[in-house]
Every structure is written in C-alpha cells, then in structure tokens.
C-alpha cells in the first residue's frame, strides 16, 4: 500500500522516549495484600513476612504481574506521582486519529519481569514509541498498529536505577469496516434488522399486554400495597407472593438519562436518549425517549407515556415531554417540585 505523506513525521517520531511517570508510593505491604486478595494469590511470599524470610528472597516481594500497578495515576484522571512527565506518549494516536482513522482496540499486552520488586523500592517508568505498521486491512478495518513500550526501574540511591521489567503496548488505531447504522444499513439496502423483543415470563406478561392496550401496568403488592418495577415473582418490600398490577397515569418526570453516541447498533437512531422515569405513582421505570432533541433533556422535565408500536408485534412504552396541550393548564411540573 502507498505511504501517505502525513505519516513520514509519525514514521521520524519511532523510537522516541518519553519521560518518567513515578510511583505515588514505595513497594508497601499495604498494596501487595489488596491485590493479592482481589487476584485471589495465595502465595504466602507476598504476604507472610515471617515465610518470607526464610525464603531466598529473605524478606517479602511483590508479584511481578503487579508491577503495572505501582505507577499507575491517582483516582482522579491524569494524576501522576509529583515529578512525573507531563508528555502524553499516546500523541501518536491523536495524529493518526486526525486522518480519519477514529477506532481503537488495544491488541497485545506483554508484560515482562527482570526480577522480582521488594518492599520500600520506589519504581518509576519510561515509555518508548516502538513502532508503527505499515496500513493495514484487518477484520475489524483498515489502520495501524502502534506499539509503545513501557520500561520499569527501581530508583536507586546509589548507583544506576535498575531495570525491573518491561510492558509491550499494542493498539490498533482504524477506521471501521462496518459502521452498521441503521441508516448505512438503509442505504446498502441491507433488510430492517428487528428492535430485540423482550423475555416475556408468567411474571411480566401483564406489563407486556398491557402495553398492546395502552395501559401502563406495575405490579401492585395486595399485602402491602405498595408498587414496584420491574416486576418479579415476589414483593421486594415484604415478600408477598400476592400480586397483582395497578394501571398508572404513565405521567412522571425525568429522574436521569444517558443519550447513546457510540457504538450505534441498529436499529436504534443515534444519538438515543434513554430515560429513568420517576413516574407520579412513585417508582422509576427505564424507557426510550421520543420527540425530544438529546440537547433539550433536562433532570427533572415532565413527561407522558407514548405507546408506540416499533415492530409489528412489540408496543413499546416510550416516553416524550409533555407539551403544553398535554399540560392543559394544570399545574402538573410543580407538584413534585
Ligand atoms: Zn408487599
């Protein structure tokens, strides 16, 4: 495949070494106990300072598959040890990102140990752009393979920082092969692909039917009266088994919602907003949001149930703003205020 002219300054930047990300804390018993548990690593090496010493090691180690984790950022983003580089070795990604190439998938991961890390070392590394490929045509799309190499160091007071171990980085940056929008799928003439039907059980049907007649039921507990949603086979507030639905007014406000960019799956328009309804009745029901622009959502806006039919044989309750017809004058978007 023909070299493009803007990769010759990615080409010149292989090889180049970006500097140091320090460790927020020495080697610690602290955390090699926490992985160990999470890992579920018996190994009594790592956590028994008594076996330990009279190992070969004569005193605890961490496990070497730990190593990636002592010089990762704090909890909040980007929050490197004091001293760390502030030079994003992922830049490379960007720029091939700029030439329409906007996927990622991380493809190998190799991670590789010099020896073993001890308590009280302070560890730090250094990241190499390794190499790029040549473009080329996967499955998944067209791109590059991008390889950074990570090297790990123990600091020393004296002398040189030792080489500890190693982590091989490889990402492939692409454009997609099959962006499968519903409307590229349109426009192939490939045929509608279905909305996913719902699992109907002896304990849903109701919800389900009552949706083919227009009627937003939720299951009612005849013990407790109280409501829940979604339905099950016992009350969540006091394990009746005595059940039955009421029929609600399917108005409500909007409690919370996400609007769907990425990765778009048909048959689904994107963005899809999807809401968290608080309906009046007092519980939350999950739904697709209609005749609404993602941008105009707003925490707390009233809104009514629209039973639409999206597939020949599935109603589905969706949910749109009220608008002020619907409103008709009442005071309805102050009562829960
Ligand atoms: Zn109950």
């Not at 990570?150 to 997609?176: C, H, I, T």
């Not at 099959?178 to 909305?195: D, L, M």
Request: net charge negative; proline share 8%.
């Amino acid at each position: 495949m023909a070299e493009y002219e803007w990769l010759k300054p990615i080409r010149e930047m292989v090889g180049r070494e970006y500097g140091r990300i320090y460790a927020w804390d020495e080697v610690n018993p602290a955390m090699v106990r926490q992985w160990c548990e999470v890992m579920g690593i018996e190994n009594p090496l790592y956590t028994d300072a008594d076996y330990a010493a009279g190992s070969e090691f004569e005193s605890m180690v961490a496990p070497p598959s730990m190593l990636q984790s002592w010089c990762e950022a704090g909890f909040f983003r980007d929050s490197y040890a004091p001293g760390s580089t502030e030079e994003n070795p992922y830049t490379v990604l960007k720029l091939i990102e700029a030439q329409g190439y906007p996927s990622v998938v991380a493809v190998n991961s190799e991670l590789s140990f010099a020896r073993y890390v001890k308590m009280g070392e302070k560890l730090y590394y250094t990241t190499r752009f390794d190499a790029i490929s040549e473009e080329k045509v996967t499955a998944l799309g067209t791109g590059f393979f991008v390889t950074l190499i990570m090297s790990y160091f123990a600091q020393s007071a004296l002398g040189e920082d030792e080489k500890v171990g190693e982590l091989l980085f490889r990402v492939f940056k692409f454009k997609p092969a099959n962006p499968v929008s519903q409307k590229t799928a349109n426009e192939a003439g490939i045929p509608k692909i279905s909305r996913p039907k719902p699992g109907i059980s002896d304990d849903t049907a109701f919800f389900w039917q009552g949706c083919e007649q227009g009627e937003l039921r939720i299951q009612h507990c005849q013990t407790c009266d109280k409501l829940q949603h979604p339905p099950g086979p016992v009350c969540m507030h006091c394990q009746s088994f005595a059940l039955d639905y009421q029929v609600v007014s399917g108005r409500g406000k909007l409690y919370s919602f996400v609007v769907m960019h990425y990765p778009e799956v048909p048959p689904f328009e994107h963005p899809n907003p999807i809401g968290l309804i608080a309906l009046d009745e007092g519980v939350r029901i999950p739904a697709g949001l209609v005749d609404v622009a993602p941008d105009e959502l707003q925490i707390g806006m009233p809104v009514t149930v629209k039973f639409t039919q999206v597939e020949t044989d599935l109603i589905l309750p969706l949910f749109a703003p009220v608008t002020p017809e619907e409103a008709g004058g009442e005071t309805h978007s102050e009562q829960m205020s």
